[in-house]
């Protein structure tokens, strides 16, 4: 690539970022996948890439995962699953604190099967529903539903985008990535949970349940065991080693078979606006790849990451929760993603890089795409401000990485 080129990359890359970063600017008021779409095509209209080059540039397996997850997830919300969760969650829990446990632990496991973007949307209304029945405080229940769909999705390759993107990148295989990341996500809810029910002590002591009489709404038992099923077979599939992508899609393609149900109102629930903003996304940090910067910063930075495994594992975790907090975790992962060959255990950085900028999602509201969706989506009941989040977001954060590295280097 030409210094011309070079430069216009570069420039296209960081005017692309801040309109992210900045979500809605009111000069130009773009959302995050018509921003990266425009870096998009500021790159194939400059010449910076062909649109050849372009093409090339979108990982597909990544898209076809989400895809294939999606289209699963929509089957169980259209036989009414999430709202028999939530309605469930508050029948069986006895006291506050024991409806906010059980949120915890229903959102992460939703979240390491499932897309956590698409359970925090899919759940939040009926959370949000549920806790309005029963007379009981939003704030806490929200963060627990945010916060754990967030840690629970690094326990499997499936669980967040950018998993999906380091299991293509690092070809780790799903069943040893998640024997790893399986019990830091289960310390990471344990903190979480500690955290919320020491901070919100006084609200859950002063907070009594009020059971509504009936379901919300009523349970399509063939349907949800049609997709359970399907999903059951999907990481059967994962765990003999079958590529991801095209596991998920085939589950996806099965279960819109046999459901026999109109697939205009399923695909109307696959969220197409993240699959616009992954695929621009990769044009745009292909061409920043192309001008050789990600590399040239990497050599600076070499020294400061250190020589042994344990310390690269704690100065790439620090600097990804960082970096993922500046940029926005996926495009972090894509840049970085070409660092991790150089360290001394790669397979091990390919871990800490996943539990360092999916737990890195929950220092802010505007750390991962999950925290947006629940707290938009409540706003007509609550108003979630940045600190009332930042003040359990920044401790839990700290709390979950440094316990989440330490059973990473500890476990075999």
């Not at 359970?228 to 994962?238: E, H, I, K």
């Not at 360290?343 to 539990?355: I, R, S, T």
């Not at 938009?376 to 989040?389: L, M, P």
Request: net charge positive; with cysteine.
């Amino acid at each position: 690539m030409d210094q011309k080129k070079e430069i216009l990359a570069i420039l296209i890359f960081a005017f692309t970022y801040v309109l992210i970063s900045g979500r809605r600017l009111k000069i130009l008021p773009l959302n995050r996948p018509a921003a990266a779409l425009l870096g998009a095509v500021l790159m194939v209209a400059t010449g910076v890439l062909t649109p050849d080059q372009a093409y090339r540039a979108v990982d597909y397996d990544t898209l076809v995962l989400l895809l294939g997850m999606m289209l699963i997830a929509a089957y169980l919300f259209l036989a009414g699953f999430f709202d028999w969760a939530a309605d469930w969650i508050l029948r069986v829990a006895k006291t506050p604190q024991a409806l906010l446990l059980y949120l915890i632990l229903t959102s992460g496991i939703l979240s390491a099967l499932l897309v956590n973007d698409t359970v925090c949307l899919m759940l939040t209304p009926l959370v949000v529903t549920v806790m309005v029945r029963g007379k009981l405080p939003l704030p806490p229940y929200l963060l627990a539903l945010s916060m754990s769909a967030n840690l629970g999705s690094v326990a499997t390759l499936v669980g967040n985008p950018q998993n999906m993107i380091i299991g293509h990148l690092s070809h780790v295989p799903f069943v040893r990535f998640s024997l790893a990341l399986l019990p830091v996500a289960a310390v990471g809810l344990a903190i979480q949970y500690a955290v919320l029910s020491i901070g919100f002590r006084k609200t859950l002591q002063a907070a009594i349940i009020e059971r509504p009489p009936d379901a919300a709404r009523p349970l399509n038992r063939r349907l949800v065991g049609l997709a359970m099923g399907v999903l059951a077979l999907v990481f059967v599939g994962f765990i003999a080693g079958f590529n991801l992508a095209w596991t998920a899609l085939a589950g996806g393609a099965l279960t819109m078979v046999l459901a026999r149900r109109d697939t205009h109102e399923v695909l109307k629930l696959v969220d197409w606006h993240l699959l616009v903003f992954f695929a621009a996304l990769f044009i745009v940090v292909e061409a920043l790849n192309g001008t050789g910067l990600p590399d040239q910063i990497y050599q600076r930075l070499q020294g400061i990451f250190g020589a042994s495994p344990a310390s690269q594992a704690w100065n790439l975790a620090w600097f990804s929760a960082l970096g993922s907090n500046i940029f926005s975790n996926v495009p972090f992962v894509l840049v970085a993603g070409k660092w991790i060959g150089n360290f001394a255990e790669p397979e091990l950085m390919w871990k800490v890089l996943a539990l360092a900028t999916t737990f890195a999602g929950n220092l802010t509201i505007l750390g991962s795409v999950a925290n947006i969706i629940v707290v938009e989506s409540a706003r007509g009941h609550v108003e979630v401000g940045f600190w009332d989040y930042a003040r359990f977001g920044i401790p839990i954060t700290i709390l979950t990485t440094g316990a989440g590295l330490v059973v990473l280097l500890v476990l075999p």
